[in-house]
């Protein structure tokens, strides 16, 4: 049973457009989300996170938008460019409701940014 | 400051043998958290802890697999009698407090 789902495993974008990657959960006590970016052989790394306090959060290129009503979060990369293909993974978690606050990860998915 | 130590990179078993990976977390880091990821998938969760403490063990299969983040030295995840389904990248996550965790490169654990 996923409680955080990434529905498309793969997104091909052209270089210079924005690219948007979804993830939706279904624990309504998720209260902070975040987006990781994996190459191959590395371990993830930290984009950008949100708390449910909040509906938007910028920086730089990448952009988190979250919808609570519909349970859904965005990624949004504009430009993409040709180094952010990689895979991206939605994660959640319950912090500020007091509970162990580990990450709850989504399958990824693999975004390719072509030239 | 160093990021999340994992060693050993690569690590290969037979089948029956004892697996032990380590993580040192990043300096000042007091919350670890181990994960797998299964080929085509995604990270699931296994277990998190603190020094000397596990919080949640909810995602740790209910046998042969231990974990624990002793006061001095990393946190060491084990896996006793491997089998060919333990073959996995394994990744140790540490955080400051509760919030943004960031990865180690993994352990690529090969079960022969």
């Known amino acids: 049973d996923q409680q955080v789902k990434q529905n498309s495993p793969s997104l091909s974008v052209q270089e210079g457009r924005i690219s948007i990657l979804n993830c939706d959960y279904t624990?309504?006590?998720?209260?902070?989300f975040l987006w990781y970016k994996k190459y191959p052989a590395e371990g993830p790394t930290f984009l950008i996170s949100i708390s449910s306090i909040k509906d938007k959060n910028e920086d730089g290129r990448f952009t988190v938008f979250l919808n609570k009503s519909a349970k859904h979060l965005s990624l949004h990369i504009v430009p993409s460019q040709p180094g952010d293909s990689a895979v991206y993974f939605c994660?959640?978690?319950?912090?500020?409701?007091?509970?162990?606050?580990?990450?709850?990860f989504g399958k990824g998915t693999k975004l390719s940014v072509k030239p | 400051n160093a990021g999340v130590m994992q060693n050993p990179r690569h690590l290969v078993r037979r089948r029956g043998q004892e697996a032990r990976l380590r993580c040192s977390p990043m300096k000042g880091h007091s919350h670890v958290y181990w994960y797998r990821q299964l080929p085509e998938e995604g990270l699931k969760f296994m277990v998190y802890l603190q020094k000397e403490n596990i919080i949640d063990e909810s995602g740790m299969p209910k046998e042969r697999f231990s974990a624990e983040f002793p006061k001095e030295g990393p946190s060491i995840l084990r896996i006793q009698q491997v089998v060919r389904g333990d073959s996995a990248a394994y990744f140790c996550a540490s955080s400051l407090a509760i919030g943004e965790a960031f990865f180690g490169q993994g352990t690529r654990l090969t079960v022969v």
């Open positions: 994660a959640a978690s319950t912090i500020y409701g007091g509970s162990q606050g580990n990450l709850i």
């Open positions: 624990n309504s006590m998720f209260d902070y």
